[in-house]
C-alpha cells in the first residue's frame, strides 16, 4: 500500500491498517523517526464509562470529595504514558 503525501504533509493511514491497530477517530498518534524510518504510535481517547463506587465494598478506603476527578486524571495520563509513548513525551510538541 502506498499513500501520497498531500501539500499539507498529511497521509492517510490505509483502513486495514487502522482496522488491524484497532485505531478510530479521536485516537491521538505520535510520530518520531528512528534509524530513518518513521515509527507512529497511537493513544486512545479517555472514555465516557464510570467506574465510581463499583469497588466500594471491597475497601475501606474513601477518597474526599472533589479530589476523585484529579487522582483519575493522574492515573490516567500515567497508564497512557506507560503503555502508548513508551519514553515519548505526550505533551511535546506536535501531540
Known sequence: MS?????????????EI??????????????????????????????NESLLGMLADKTSVRIPP???????????EEAVREKFCAGNDPDAEGA
Open 3 to 15: 499513500t501520497t503525501v498531500g501539500t499539507k504533509g498529511q497521509i492517510t493511514i490505509e483502513k
Open 18 to 47: 487502522r482496522d488491524a491497530l484497532g485505531v478510530a477517530p479521536g485516537w491521538r498518534a505520535f510520530q518520531r523517526v528512528e534509524n530513518g524510518h518513521l515509527i507512529m504510535t497511537f493513544r486512545p481517547p479517555r472514555h
Open 66 to 76: 472533589g479530589e476523585f476527578e484529579g487522582a483519575v486524571d493522574r492515573a490516567w
